[in-house]
């Protein structure tokens, strides 16, 4: 029997148990919903993670103080680290090309209009360049106005829509907790979120400027910095500049061979996986509850297929006794099977992109839609009907014709 | 005339629980082109097993059977499928007809199992149902027919594929007496035309309108009687 034929066969006999044939596919519907879910926002997190190494950079290395956990131990305390460490370091290591110092306090904004809490970060002038940020309006400060201490702001897309609203905030002045400041220049918006927090509502000042009179010196260390970022030449192993930036600072920060680090090395690219770890969690548990679904839908199919093979056998002794070949009838109920299989894929896709909306909607995951979520639907919903349909078919197909006509 | 059906020391046993069934006990004959025939014999003789053998939808124990020149000891599964498809058709007590199908469709059904276009496919079952008279009822269901409408259309898939043996374990079983001699009639045109036909039947006058009756008891072949015999 032609392949057409068979689908039109398959079709028909699917239509004769419309409700039963639907209920069947629920399996394959859940499962088949969550694989989209799944791989929709896998893609999306693998793009987004490309996207945001792509403008981080990935050759730059953030380095932050830890507790330094030593025989189980925590010292308790952070070691910050000092800016002439920094630019000891931009000398000693070949391939930097860049450094800034990052140091933050919390502050009050005050201007002409609204009061507005947030964060200000001191950093040198090399800020953009390292971190890839661009300014949307006004100036960044430059190297003098982070050596002389000028009180210039480079502030945050946030605040200049929630604080200036439509007015460029380039030349108001602003107070931070009671210090006069002049806003020099607006950032472009990141658009991220980190740790739930909004990365664009920051204010930018010039390093020294923030630790004299903002963050409050320490005494230990006068020059100190939070962290420090560093960026590479374009091209080199990453890997390979964190090793030496680790053992530089271990050397620098005397910490003998075998105790662990008081600090730590991250490059972007672990940073921004770490922050899709979530989103891959999710993705796990979903592959598990796809793979569950699809078992549990398959072998609903090849339960109904049995049981329709059962019901059927005289039909298939007819079918036999006028000339189907074994194939013939194995087609037949394959194909059954399959067609079933695919029905509860294509209503599982439309869930599953349903699902996948929702879920960018309510958690802020980015969700990847693509043509090929279509495929991957049809494909396993096809791969499901032939593994589990397999055997029933096989049974159909087995019986001799006598018998099957005999069958009561 | 060519011989289309050679039976020679057929033996069908079947052995349940320890016990021994002989169903067929040793049975030869041969059967030409173009013969009308009947077999008859008690309930439980053999005849339905004889006719699925006929009919290759059951094997022999032992002995050999030869339909339309082939042995079918040497046949794979697809080579009987074929001849099922082609060379035999056959007619049931039962009528065996798929329900919620059409006549057409019914009748098509075997033209499906071989080569060929749907067009073509469906000017044959057409062609079939009207050898048949029921060509105006094409479009109806079998629960829509008479039985022996059914069995008219359960004939034309017979004939669809112009076998040469037509065999018919009981046709009009399931019939009252009018209805069957009018399927007698239908079978006696088509042997006009030169195909083979072999009735499996209970009933005396049934039997009367064959040209031979083959008399089956306890899987023997008791008497093999011929139309100038007979008379
Ligand atoms: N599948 C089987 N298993 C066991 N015994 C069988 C089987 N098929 C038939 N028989 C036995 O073989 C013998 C012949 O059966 P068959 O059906 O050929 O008789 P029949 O002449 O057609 O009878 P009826 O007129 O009642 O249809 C019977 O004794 C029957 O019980
Ligand atoms: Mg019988």
Redesign the pocket.
């Given at each position: 029997m032609s392949f057409v034929n068979s689908f039109f066969t398959a079709l028909q006999a699917l239509r004769l148990n419309g409700l039963r044939s639907l209920l069947t596919t629920l399996g394959i519907i859940i499962g088949i919903a969550s694989v989209i879910v799944m791989v929709a926002i896998g893609n999306g997190a693998r793009k987004s993670v490309e996207e945001q190494i792509e403008r981080l950079g990935s050759s730059m290395l953030t380095v932050f103080p830890s507790t330094r956990a030593s025989r189980g131990q925590a010292s308790g305390r952070f070691m910050p680290f000092s800016e002439k460490t920094m630019y000891a370091l931009e000398l000693e290591l070949p391939d930097v090309l860049a450094v800034t110092g990052d140091i933050s306090a919390q502050v009050t904004l005050v201007s002409a209009e609204t009061d507005w809490a947030t964060t200000v970060r001191g950093v040198n002038a090399t800020y953009p360049l390292v971190r890839n940020q661009l300014v949307a309006d006004g100036d960044f400060f430059a190297a003098e106005d982070v050596t002389s201490g000028r009180r210039y702001a480079v502030i945050g897309a946030t605040i200049q829509r929630e604080v200036f609203g439509e007015i460029s905030a380039v030349g108001a002045s602003i107070r931070l907790n009671n210090v006069p400041f002049e806003v020099i220049g607006v950032l472009a918006a990141t658009g991220e979120t980190f740790r739930g927090r909004d990365s664009d509502d920051v204010i930018l000042a010039p390093l020294k400027t923030v630790r004299d009179r903002l963050a409050g010196n320490w005494r230990p260390v006068p020059d100190r910095i939070d962290s420090m970022y560093f960026l590479f030449r374009q091209g080199i192993d990453i890997d390979e500049a964190k090793a030496d930036l680790e053992t530089a600072l271990r050397l620098d920060r005397n910490i003998e061979p075998g105790q662990n680090d008081n600090f730590r090395v991250l490059s972007f690219a672990s940073f921004v996986q770490a922050r899709n770890e979530t989103s891959k969690t999710f993705s796990y548990l979903l592959a598990a509850a796809a793979g569950i679904s699809l078992l549990v839908g398959g072998i609903g199919i090849m339960n109904i297929m049995l049981v329709s093979v059962t019901e059927r056998t005289r039909e298939i002794g007819l079918r036999m006794a006028i000339g189907a070949r074994r194939r013939d009838i194995m087609i037949q109920f394959l194909i059954e099977a399959v067609v079933l299989c695919t029905i509860g894929g294509l209503i599982g896709l439309a869930l599953g992109l349903g699902g996948a909306y929702a879920i960018t909607s309510l958690a802020e995951w980015e969700i990847l839609i693509e043509p090929s979520l279509v495929i991957i639907a049809i494909v396993t919903s096809l791969a499901v009907g032939i593994v589990f349909g397999f055997f029933p078919a096989r049974q159909a197909a087995r019986l001799s014709p006598i018998d099957a006509l005999r069958y009561e | 005339m060519e011989a289309v059906v050679t039976c020679r020391e057929l033996y069908k046993i079947?052995t349940?629980g320890g016990q021994e069934?002989r169903?067929l006990d040793g049975v030869s004959f041969d059967i030409h082109e173009g013969e009308f025939i009947s077999i008859m014999?008690p309930?439980?003789?053999?005849?339905?097993?004889l006719m699925n053998m006929i009919g290759a939808l059951d094997v022999p124990t032992t002995g050999s059977l030869r339909i339309a020149g082939e042995d079918i000891a040497t046949m794979t599964p697809d080579d009987l499928a074929s001849l099922r498809n082609r060379t035999v058709g056959f007619v049931f007590q039962q009528f065996n007809l798929l329900r919620r199908t059409t006549a057409l469709d019914n009748v098509k059904l075997p033209l499906l199992y071989r080569d060929g276009s749907l067009d073509e496919a469906k000017i044959r079952a057409i062609e079939a149902l009207r050898r048949v008279g029921l060509e105006d009822r094409m479009d109806h269901h079998p629960s829509q027919l008479s039985g022996g409408q059914q069995q008219r259309v359960a004939i034309a898939r017979a004939l669809v594929n112009n076998p040469k043996i037509i065999l018919a374990d009981e046709p009009t079983g399931a019939l009252d007496s009018q209805t069957s001699e009018d399927i007698m009639q239908l079978f006696s045109e088509l042997n006009d035309h030169g195909v083979t036909i072999i009735v499996v039947t209970?009933e005396q006058e049934v039997a009367d309108l064959t040209r031979r009756i083959l008399r089956?008891r306890d899987g023997h072949i008791i008497a093999d009687e011929r139309e100038d015999l007979v008379a």
């Open positions: - | 079947y349940m069934v169903a014999g309930s439980g003789s053999g005849k339905s097993t209970h089956l």
